[in-house]
Structures are given as structure tokens and as C-alpha cells.
């Protein structure tokens, strides 16, 4: 790691080692999470969520696509494009508040569909696990919208191309911390557990 004078890490490895460590813990704290969820489907009175609503696909591709919009300007500002590197990362906070819309839209969907939040810990986990991964991405989304009125202000070099690429970064574990809570909380289901568990002699009540 380069370091400066007397032993100090430089700045640039150290946003990047930090960012690496915030990571680990946030998918930590989801990983924690799914046990409970799968630990929780034990009891009789679990009630598997519905196919999900056609809103979290869409979900789906506006987070993906804010993640290839961050892309896309961490490329601009490695050559210096920083036009095209300012427009790539308004667009791609744009699409994370789309993608937050979309969340709370899917919320709703559910609710209409008679799936509220109380009426079985299957939705509680629904509602706590998406929430608490959008929470997330709004962290990032204020330092995303930081970087943006830096670059409308006219920040230029390594640091600002530094914060874009941590960014896109940050963006791309999100959305792969997505498609895990996503396939967690639709696709794995009592009876699949069962036959995970069973399939390794697991005793499971």
C-alpha cells in the first residue's frame, strides 16, 4: 500500500481499504438476516410471500442501470471526460432515487395485495430487509449526489476520480446485495429448505 512520509497510509488506499471494510460488515449484517429469515420458516405459522409484483422487477433494472451509469463515468473520468463523467453520474443518481420510488411503489402493491407488514413475519422480514438495504443506498446516494455538485462546481484529478470509482463500486455490491435479498425473500422457500436440509441430514422441525 502506498504511504506517505512516517507511515500513513495515502488517502486513496485508504477510502478504498475503508470502503472495502464498510462492505464486509453490511453484508455481514444482511447475511445475519437471511439466517433469521430461513431459521424463522420452522414455525407453522409462516406465510411464503406471493410472486413478487411486477415493481421490484422494475427495481431490479433501475438499480442495475445506476450501477452501469456510475460505470460509465468512473470510465469518463479515468480519460478526463469530465463532461460526460458529470452527466453519467447525475444520471446514475437519478436512477437510484427511481429505484427507491419503485421500492416504496412495490410496498404498496403488496399492502393492496393483503400482505401488510404485521399480518406474518414472512412480510416483516420483507419489509425490514428491503427497507434496510435502501437505507443503504441512500447513504450512498448523498455521497453520489456530493460527487455530483462537485463535479457541477468543477472538481477535477485523482481525488474526484477516486470518489467516482468508490462509488461505482459501492453501487455494484448493491445491486449484487439486491439480486441475494431478492432471490432470498421470493425463491427460497420451506419446502426448499427442507430438501437442502434433508439432502444433508440436517434434522430440521
Request: a positive charge.
Amino acid at each position: 500500500m502506498p504511504a506517505r512520509p512516517g507511515g500513513q497510509p495515502a488517502p486513496r488506499a485508504a477510502r478504498k481499504t475503508g470502503l472495502w471494510v464498510f462492505m464486509a460488515v453490511v453484508l455481514t449484517l444482511f447475511m445475519l438476516f437471511g439466517v433469521a429469515y430461513v431459521m424463522r420458516m420452522a414455525y407453522e405459522d409462516w406465510r411464503s410471500l406471493p410472486p413478487p409484483p411486477w415493481q421490484l422487477w422494475l427495481s431490479t433494472a433501475l438499480l442495475a442501470a445506476s450501477g452501469a451509469a456510475w460505470e460509465l463515468a468512473r470510465l469518463r473520468a479515468v480519460r478526463a471526460d469530465w463532461l460526460r463523467a458529470r452527466g453519467a453520474t447525475l444520471v446514475a443518481c437519478l436512477l437510484a432515487l427511481a429505484f427507491l420510488g419503485s421500492q416504496l411503489w412495490a410496498w404498496q402493491a403488496l399492502v393492496a395485495m393483503n400482505y401488510p407488514v404485521a399480518a406474518n413475519p414472512s412480510n416483516s422480514f420483507f419489509y425490514l430487509i428491503t427497507a434496510l438495504h435502501g437505507v443503504h443506498l441512500l447513504g450512498g446516494l448523498l455521497v453520489g449526489g456530493g460527487v455530483a455538485v462537485r463535479l457541477a462546481q468543477g472538481a477535477r484529478g485523482d481525488r474526484i476520480e477516486t470518489s467516482i470509482l468508490l462509488c461505482a463500486r459501492y453501487w455494484h455490491f448493491l445491486f449484487l446485495l439486491w439480486l441475494g435479498v431478492f432471490g432470498l425473500l421470493f425463491y427460497v422457500t420451506p419446502d426448499l429448505v427442507q430438501a437442502v436440509c434433508t439432502s444433508l441430514g440436517i434434522p430440521r422441525s
